[in-house]
C-alpha cells in the first residue's frame, strides 16, 4: 500500500519560514513526479511546485516563485518543501502528491492527473 506523509505544517508569523516533509511508502518515486498542492478554505487547490526528478527542473506557481524550493532525497523517499518569507495569504493545507511517471511540463497543474495523494498539512501565517 502507497502512502504519502506530510509534515512540519504549523503557525508561523509572516516573513517566518517552514520546512513541510513527504514521506513516501509501499513504492519509491526515483523517476517521477512528486509535487506540492494547497487549498485554502473556500478556494480552489493550488499548484505549489513539482520535482519532475531525474535532474529535471523544478517547476514553481507564480505566487511562490522566489520564496519556495522543492528539493528530493530520493535515499529517504522523500520530497521537501522549503518556504521563506512567508505571508498570510500562503495559508492553507498543504498536500503531497506523486506520480508514477516523469510527467510533462503542461501537466504538472493538473491534480487529476497524480496516482497518489497525502492527507495533508496545516501551514497558517498569521500577520
Known amino acids: 500500500q502507497v502512502q504519502l506523509l506530510e509534515s512540519g505544517g504549523g503557525l508561523v508569523q509572516a516573513g517566518g519560514s517552514l520546512r513541510l516533509s513527504c514521506a513516501a511508502s509501499?513504492?519509491?518515486?526515483?523517476?517521477?513526479?512528486m509535487s506540492w498542492f494547497r487549498q485554502a478554505p473556500g478556494k480552489e487547490r493550488e499548484f505549489v511546485a513539482a520535482?519532475?526528478?531525474?535532474?529535471?527542473?523544478?517547476t514553481y506557481g507564480d505566487s511562490v516563485k522566489g520564496r519556495f524550493t522543492i528539493s528530493r532525497d530520493n535515499a529517504k523517499n522523500t520530497v521537501y518543501l522549503q518556504m521563506n518569507s512567508l505571508k498570510p495569504e500562503d495559508t492553507a493545507a498543504y498536500y503531497c502528491?506523486?506520480?508514477?511517471?516523469?510527467?510533462?511540463?503542461?501537466?504538472?497543474?493538473?491534480?487529476?492527473?497524480?496516482?497518489?495523494w497525502g492527507q495533508g498539512t496545516q501551514v497558517t501565517v498569521s500577520s
Open positions: 502528491a506523486a506520480k508514477t511517471a516523469r510527467m510533462i511540463l503542461s501537466s504538472l497543474r493538473r491534480g487529476d492527473l497524480y496516482d497518489y
Open positions: 509501499g513504492r519509491t518515486f526515483t523517476g517521477g513526479t
Open positions: 520535482d519532475r526528478g531525474s535532474g529535471g527542473i523544478s
